[in-house]
C-alpha cells in the first residue's frame, strides 16, 4: 500500500477526531469532498486504518485506578506465550497489551475500581498462573492519548 501526502494528512486528521465530517477533512486537506470520501474510504479497504474507536472517560465506567502490571513467565514456548496473551485479552479489566522483548514478557495496561479490586486482580489474572514467574505493577496517575502519529514512509510532511 503506497501513501502520499493527502493520505498522511487525512489519517493525521482523523486520528486527532474519527468523527470530523468528510466536508471538512476535504476542505482543510485541500481537495474535493468526494476525492476526501473516496481516499478514505481505501485507507479502511487497505488496511492503513484498522478501525475507530471511542475514548471513554474512565470514571464514567467505573475506572477509578488505572496500573501498568509488567509479567515475567517462566518458560517461552508459543503455546505458553499465546495461551497467556489470550488469558489475558479475555480479561476485561485488561484495556491494552503489549507483547516485550527485554526482562518482561508482557506489560498489561489495567483499568480496576480501587486498590482492593487491583490487588484481587494481579492475584487472579497473574500470579495464580503457573507460567508467571513475576509480576511488577505501576500505578497510572495521569493516561493521555497523543493524537499525533509520526510517519516515516516518504515525503510526508
Same mark, same amino acid.
Given at each position: 500500500?503506497?501513501?502520499?501526502?493527502? $493520505?498522511? /494528512?487525512?489519517?493525521?486528521?482523523?486520528?486527532?477526531?474519527?468523527? @470530523?465530517?468528510?466536508?471538512?477533512?476535504?476542505?482543510?486537506?485541500?481537495?474535493?469532498?468526494?476525492? +476526501?470520501?473516496?481516499? &478514505?474510504?481505501?485507507?479502511?479497504?487497505?488496511? /492503513?486504518? =484498522?478501525?475507530?474507536? +471511542?475514548?471513554?472517560?474512565?470514571?464514567? &465506567?467505573?475506572?477509578? !485506578?488505572?496500573?501498568? %502490571?509488567?509479567?515475567?513467565? @517462566?518458560?517461552?514456548?508459543?503455546? !505458553?506465550?499465546?495461551? *497467556?496473551?489470550?488469558?489475558? =485479552?479475555?480479561?476485561?479489566? %485488561?484495556?491494552?497489551?503489549?507483547?516485550?522483548?527485554?526482562?518482561?514478557?508482557? !506489560?498489561?495496561? &489495567?483499568?480496576?475500581? $480501587?486498590?482492593?479490586?487491583?490487588?484481587? *486482580? +494481579?492475584?487472579?489474572?497473574?500470579?495464580?498462573?503457573?507460567? &508467571?514467574?513475576?509480576?511488577? @505493577?505501576?500505578?497510572?496517575?495521569?493516561?493521555?492519548?497523543?493524537?499525533?502519529?509520526?510517519?516515516?514512509?516518504? $515525503?510526508?510532511?
Amino acid at each position: 500500500m503506497r501513501l502520499d501526502r493527502t $493520505d498522511f /494528512a487525512l489519517i493525521r486528521l482523523l486520528r486527532n477526531n474519527a468523527r @470530523t465530517p468528510n466536508n471538512a477533512l476535504a476542505e482543510q486537506v485541500g481537495i474535493a469532498a468526494s476525492t +476526501a470520501l473516496q481516499r &478514505v474510504r481505501h485507507l479502511q479497504a487497505s488496511g /492503513a486504518i =484498522l478501525g475507530y474507536h +471511542a475514548e471513554v472517560a474512565p470514571a464514567a &465506567v467505573g475506572i477509578g !485506578l488505572q496500573a501498568m %502490571v509488567a509479567a515475567r513467565l @517462566t518458560r517461552h514456548s508459543r503455546a !505458553l506465550v499465546e495461551s *497467556f496473551h489470550d488469558h489475558l =485479552l479475555s480479561l476485561p479489566e %485488561v484495556l491494552s497489551l503489549y507483547h516485550l522483548a527485554g526482562a518482561d514478557d508482557f !506489560l498489561a495496561h &489495567v483499568g480496576v475500581r $480501587d486498590s482492593d479490586h487491583l490487588r484481587d *486482580f +494481579a492475584l487472579s489474572a497473574f500470579t495464580d498462573r503457573p507460567e &508467571v514467574a513475576h509480576i511488577e @505493577t505501576r500505578l497510572i496517575f495521569e493516561f493521555r492519548r497523543n493524537p499525533e502519529l509520526p510517519i516515516y514512509l516518504g $515525503d510526508a510532511t
